[in-house]
């Protein structure tokens, strides 16, 4: 059978209609990925009212805006830092005074064991104060997607700076401990019973949920949060009972992990993962051993 060339044409025509639909969908979709830079990095809110107008101002002077947000976070830090160095120094200084007629020899140790017992009533101390100065910001803290610079990040920059002072500073000595449990409760995390948390790479407590018995493996992350194509997305995080996160592994916002599912040493689980009941996460296939 011989094609005509009526029959060339209407192919022709069909391709350049096909790629003329293609080539609209791509604008299309490259419209709306410049536009979406364009909302985030607007310096006008969509927001209405009062609210609208503080948030316009939050963006058009963000240097002085970031500045003024520090403001409330460098005056928690003083007074969590100050209250909790108290209790030391006020034993510091009554061990001192009833040995002031005692030789230096004898002062030396008795004064070095006094700081160090004010070391430790500073980290008993510090857990307590900080919950205390989050309790505020968890009213506020939801699950947010949008421009970095505005009213709903606030509280979750705060919270987020409350959690990394006790982080930085004293964490680490009481992991895994009870005590690092009541911390994270404190700050709002979901605890179930019997959690064995072996990290202190942990931000948003306020939004992360663990089921019963659930282990977290030394240095993993746990964050709420993520940036994708300049928004900031802060979402829940929830890990099912008897779950065991490996080693260093990295498990972002927005995930969702069934129970009893085990997640391999140093892999990410990405945001907006669904893990079923049972599953294994980068795990080596016992039927394809390596030799």
Known sequence: MTVGPLSHQKKEAS???????LS???????????????????????????VG????????????????????IILAYVIALGTSLSPG?????????????????????????????????FIFTIIVIVPVL??????????????????ESIPWFYHNALTYLVRYTVLDFITPTPLNIFFFRAMGMKVGKGCMINTSNISDPAL?????????????????????????????????AGTTVGLNAKILGGVDIGRRVAIAPNHTVFPKTKLADGTKVGM???SNPVN
């Open 53 to 72: 107008s503080v948030e316009t101002l939050l963006r058009k002077f963000r240097q002085a805006a970031f500045l003024f947000a520090l403001v409330p």
């Open 24 to 50: 609209g969908i791509l604008d299309n979709l490259v419209m709306t990925h410049h536009q979406d830079i364009q909302d985030i990095n607007a310096n006008k809110s969509e927001k209405k009212g009062l």
């Open 134 to 151: 989050n309790l505020p910001a968890r009213f506020f803290i939801n699950p947010y997607r949008g421009p970095w610079f505005s009213l």
């Open 284 to 286: 080596p296939d016992p």
């Open 15 to 21: 391709c350049n209609l096909s790629f003329a639909r």
């Open 208 to 240: 992360i949920i663990l089921g019963d018995y659930v282990t977290i493996g030394g240095s993993a992350y746990l964050m709420a949060h993520y940036g994708m194509k300049g928004y900031l997305i802060i979402d829940h995080l929830k890990i099912g």
């Open 89 to 121: 120094l006020y034993l510091y200084w009554t061990v001192e005074e009833r040995l002031s007629a005692f030789p230096l020899l004898v002062k030396a140790p008795i004064l070095g064991s006094t700081i160090a017992a004010g070391f430790i009533l």
